[in-house]
């Protein structure tokens, strides 16, 4: 099983700041790597797939890169909707499709 | 446009059963892999199962693995997952999600429902 650890567990960032959110692989997953965005009492919803790529309608303000095993979602310029848990996940070898403990980015 | 709307949540007591259904519609419901996922209370995301896209081929998580069952509809445009030997640990919320690619594949999940949540509680 791949396992998917996130960093930081949280996040403390100002509004209008750029936020970087990190995920490593334990082993190869190639670029099949997503990130979701999940609000309180919502479902986790599509950011980024293929590492790089935004999902249909999402803000150019989010952005995702891969080196290697090691992701990062940026998110620039952060506005008061981003403040959320994100959670990446790797859909490369399955099953299990495994996600990672996830990031809670927070108003500071 | 895309929908998925589980429902068949509720209390059920360490032992019993319980069936969850997503109705989906807005796509072809019978091109695509569907997906459970499960979230427990403050807890993370937990993928639990999967069922090809023809209903030829299943997989699960290992801690659901011999007790649940994911099985499809397409005639209803209905996925299912049938719950039994419930614990205490399987209380969570369960999504019901699409996968972004047809006819199987590598894909990430591109719609999810809201949500059923499921008890087990005596």
């Known amino acids: 099983e791949i396992v998917m650890t996130q960093s930081p567990a949280t996040l403390s960032v100002s509004p209008g700041e750029r936020a970087t959110l990190s995920c490593r692989a334990s082993q190869s997953v190639g670029s099949n790597l997503a990130w979701y965005q999940q609000k309180p009492g919502q479902a986790p919803r599509l950011l980024i797939y293929?590492?790089?790529t935004r999902a249909t309608g999402i803000s150019a303000r989010f952005s995702g890169s891969r080196s290697g095993t090691e992701f990062t979602l940026t998110i620039s310029s952060l506005q008061s909707e981003d403040f959320a848990v994100y959670y990446c996940?790797?859909?490369?070898?399955?099953?299990?499709?495994?996600f990672g403990q996830g990031t809670k980015l927070e108003i500071k | 446009q895309v929908q998925v709307l589980e429902s068949g949540g509720g209390v059920v007591q360490p032992g019993r059963s319980l069936r969850l259904s997503c109705v989906a519609s807005g796509f072809t419901f019978s091109s695509y892999d569907m997906h459970w996922v499960r979230q427990a209370p403050g807890k993370g995301l937990e993928w639990m199962a999967v069922i090809s896209y023809d209903g030829s081929n299943q997989f699960y998580a290992d801690s659901v693995k011999g007790r649940f069952t994911i099985s499809r509809d397409s005639s209803k445009n209905t996925l299912y997952l049938q719950m039994n030997s419930l614990r205490a640990e399987d209380t969570a919320v369960y999504y019901c999600?699409?996968?972004?690619?047809?006819?199987?594949?590598?894909?990430?999940?591109?719609?999810w429902g809201q949500g059923t949540l499921v008890t087990v509680s005596s």
């Open positions: 996940q790797q859909y490369n070898n399955w099953p299990p499709y495994t």
């Open positions: 999600a699409k996968e972004g690619g047809s006819f199987g594949g590598s894909y990430p999940f591109d719609y």
């Open positions: 293929g590492a790089s």
